[in-house]
């Protein structure tokens, strides 16, 4: 019983000190004029940079314990929040585009990645970013494939900066374009990263596209559970193959496998099926992302800039091809359907 509350006494430091930054990273996102930047973006940077100066001994242990964790308890809390439900809503429209816009960010995710000799896990996470929602997306695959901190930072900076861009041009381009509210809210849904980047183009162009566009970026997050899962049999894998050509020995697959994934989608299931109150499905969401706005804050205090650097610019070349191209292949997939 001692060993235990000594134990929490080690880690509540750090674990309270990235609930800090997560508050005042919703707070600088609660006050900012033109809703653009995400909690998630605000609390990874400021980690990073109170990290370049300050990271005192005593929060390390907390901080770790937060970006594992807390982390994954964040993800499985996520599930509550996910309803099969929503694409009926949005319809098969949307379902069409997306197809096109993830088979193009993870295959020619994959071919860019090892023609930028980027690892595996680097540009997948740039790859799920970019094709289901940004931040939320990266993080929850984090854990799955075991990425390391500074990838985590790379990637929500990747498809960070692109989303700034999208949201000036996305606008200017759908109106060039002569695109109904439903046609752009479908282009700005499918093909903008992350959430709050989404209903700012949306509603920068009309009240009735980024009322599409949310919607249908509703129904894109619900890709994270099969990404997930396979990304967590890939893993698995790699590992025991690793395991195998080092020791010569079989290693037990319940050993590898991300059980923490289980609950998240028990809870995506449940929650599919109308049981769980729309309050209670709320306040799950709204702890999930807080938590894991702390968890990124944690990470980021944990990853300096000389980290990054090290990495060149290739990741962000990475998440630059595959942004532009799921912004062609959604626009051309549209037209297609005969909506542009």
Not at 52 to 78: C, D, E, H, Q, Y
Not at 80 to 94: M, N, P
Not at 146 to 159: C, G, L, V
Not at 200 to 226: C, H, N, Q, W
Request: with cysteine; net charge positive.
């Amino acid at each position: 019983m001692k060993t235990e509350i000594l134990n929490a006494a080690k880690l509540l430091p750090g674990f309270i000190l990235a609930l800090c930054i997560a508050a005042f990273a919703k707070a600088v996102e609660s006050v900012l004029p033109v809703h653009v930047i995400g909690a998630s973006v605000i609390a990874l940077f400021t980690g990073m940079i109170i990290n370049s100066f300050w990271r005192p001994a005593w929060a390390v242990p907390g901080l770790k314990f937060t970006s594992k964790k807390i982390l994954k308890f964040a993800i499985i809390l996520l599930g509550a929040s996910l309803s099969v439900s929503v694409i009926v809503s949005v319809g098969k429209l949307s379902l069409t585009v997306m197809f096109f816009t993830l088979l193009t960010c993870f295959g020619g995710g994959y071919f860019i990645g090892k023609m930028l000799k980027l690892n595996w896990k680097l540009s997948n996470l740039i790859s799920a970013g970019t094709g289901i929602c940004g931040g939320s997306a990266i993080a929850a695959i984090a854990p799955v494939i075991d990425a390391e901190d500074k990838d985590i930072a790379y990637a929500m900076s990747a498809t960070f900066l692109f989303d700034m861009a999208m949201i000036v041009l996305f606008p200017i381009m759908g109106r060039a374009l002569g695109l109904s509210d439903e046609a752009y809210g479908l282009w700005a849904g499918t093909a903008v990263n992350d959430t709050s980047s989404v209903v700012a183009a949306g509603y920068a162009f009309s009240e009735g596209g980024g009322d599409f566009a949310t919607m249908v970026k509703l129904t894109r997050t619900l890709s994270i559970i099969p990404t997930v899962l396979v990304f967590a049999f890939i893993n698995v894998r790699l590992a025991r193959k690793k395991h195998l050509e080092a020791t010569g020995k079989k290693i037990d697959f319940r050993g590898l496998f991300p059980w923490f994934i289980l609950g998240f989608l028990a809870l995506a299931a449940i929650n599919s099926t109308g049981i769980i109150p729309a309050e209670i499905s709320g306040m799950a969401k709204g702890a999930s992302k807080f938590l894991m706005v702390s968890a990124l804050a944690a990470i980021g205090l944990g990853t300096s800039f000389q980290d990054m650097k090290k990495a060149g610019l290739n990741p962000m070349l990475h998440g630059f091809i595959i942004s532009a191209l799921v912004v062609v292949v959604a626009i051309a997939v549209e037209w297609c359907m005969g909506m542009v």
